[in-house]
């Protein structure tokens, strides 16, 4: 980091250089390469991509080619010591869009190294691996934290609000949809899906948004699923899944959650992704559908596989704005955007002698600190494990959390085994 004589400068590393880096994180530094960083404690701040970390280097050594001068360029890492170099190049902090089962050993060595670090979701797979990050975060003096750009979405934070403030009252119970095409699994994600499912990757949006806007404590999730399409029918790849949490309240009532997950909708599908919320409370009732949000589209013999019929142009879409500037905006962005201001803020944003209390603040915002991700974690790993054994030819399994044998345990039907996925509290 520099401050002295010149303009404030945190130089990013990025770790993986697939679709979501595509979509949010390149419109990102493109931008930001233009326009620094402001808020009024720091003042501006420069932000360079000074560094990319990919599986073989490919798509980031296209990018430089083609695009490179729109980021004032990069190194490319790639093999098994990248991470390393990267590192050894000197980076502020750094982005990890890795496939999720590599998210935990590509934070392990950032964290550790004293890189501030964020991470697409899941963050991680299991409460072990969790808590060895949040205590690599908290030994090194910098942040770990994970995106989850659905609770920056303008209909997600306006049901939020309407429970923040009390006018929604008690939620009672809810149902989440989310079905991907079949590019996904079949294209973009298919050198990483065998053994996977679409809820670890997708559900744990709604996961999360659950968890945040509602508090409380997890205490049961259940799951089945669908296979034969990407994978073999009795494999452990999984086309579809469906999963159901119970979390209970304060007041000691119940609510149960059923989060539906997909990536195998036709590619066709007018869509990019189906999308939909409904939950019920005391005295009221959300319902939201990004395919119903006012906008449709029809180009001939562009849509709607070039272009769907259905935008969402919350996400992110590339605009030309009135003043005729070209940009890219929206809530896939702005999350990123927002975590580089966090961390200008711990870095520029006051004293050197006030950098502890600046860390513990960014830290306390439990929208994106890891050490706030625990019940989304558990619930992640108790799908998995479930999965695990129904592959396995032991189905209906059940885990619960913080019971008398564990915090996360796992149940087999008919039977007085159960197995200890986590011990400790979650």
């Known amino acids: 980091m520099s401050s002295a004589g010149t303009l404030p400068t945190l130089k990013a590393g990025m770790v993986g250089f697939g679709m979501i880096v595509d979509e949010t994180y390149r419109p990102f530094f493109e931008t930001v390469y233009k326009e620094d960083l402001y808020q009024r404690s720091t003042g501006p701040v420069a932000v360079s991509l000074d560094a990319v970390v990919s599986r073989t280097g490919a798509r980031a050594e296209k990018y430089l080619a083609e695009n490179g001068d729109k980021v004032g360029g990069f190194q490319s890492f790639a093999g098994d010591n990248a991470i390393e170099e990267m590192i050894d190049a000197g980076v502020d902090f750094a982005c990890v869009a890795s496939p999720d089962d590599r998210h935990f050993d590509a934070c392990k060595k950032l964290l550790g190294a004293g890189v501030h670090v964020i991470v697409e979701k899941p963050s991680v797979l299991s409460l072990q691996e969790l808590d060895e990050l949040v205590a690599l975060a908290e030994k090194n003096n910098v942040t ?16 939020r609000s309407l429970v923040y403030d009390g006018v929604l009252q008690h939620v009672n119970n809810g149902y989440c949809s989310l079905l991907e095409p079949k590019a996904i699994s079949g294209k973009q994600f298919a050198q990483w899906i065998t053994g996977r499912n679409p809820g670890t990757y997708v559900a744990v949006h709604y996961i999360k948004l659950i968890d945040f806007s509602f508090g409380g404590k997890l205490k049961t999730i259940t799951a089945a699923g669908q296979r034969g399409l990407v994978g073999e029918k009795d494999g452990p790849t999984w086309d579809s899944c469906q999963m159901k949490m119970v979390y209970e309240y304060e007041s000691g ?33 959300w319902n939201g559908h990004s395919r119903k949000r006012g906008v449709e589209c029809t180009v001939e013999d562009k849509t709607p596989m070039e272009i769907k019929n259905s935008l969402n142009n919350h996400f992110n879409a590339p605009f030309v704005e009135p003043w005729n500037e070209r940009s890219q905006r929206g809530y896939g962005i702005e999350v990123i955007e927002q975590f580089a201001k966090e961390v200008a803020q711990v870095e520029f944003g006051g004293p050197e002698s006030e950098r502890a209390e600046r860390l513990a603040q960014i830290r306390s915002l439990d929208y994106n600190d890891l050490s706030a991700d625990r019940q989304t974690v558990a619930a992640v790993q108790a799908l998995e494990a479930i999965l695990e054994k129904r592959a396995q030819g032991e189905p209906d399994c059940v885990v619960r959390v913080n019971d008398e044998n564990g915090g996360l345990v796992l149940y087999r039907p008919g039977s007085n085994e159960f197995e200890v996925l986590y011990e400790g509290t979650v």
């Open 253 to 285: 009532r119940e609510a149960a959650f059923d989060i539906q997950t997909s990536w195998v909708t036709p590619d066709n599908f007018p869509g990019y992704v189906e999308q939909e919320v409904q939950f019920r409370f005391d005295n009221g009732l």
């Open 144 to 159: 770990a934290k994970v995106v989850y750009h659905k609770l920056f979405d303008p209909d997600h934070k306006r049901m």
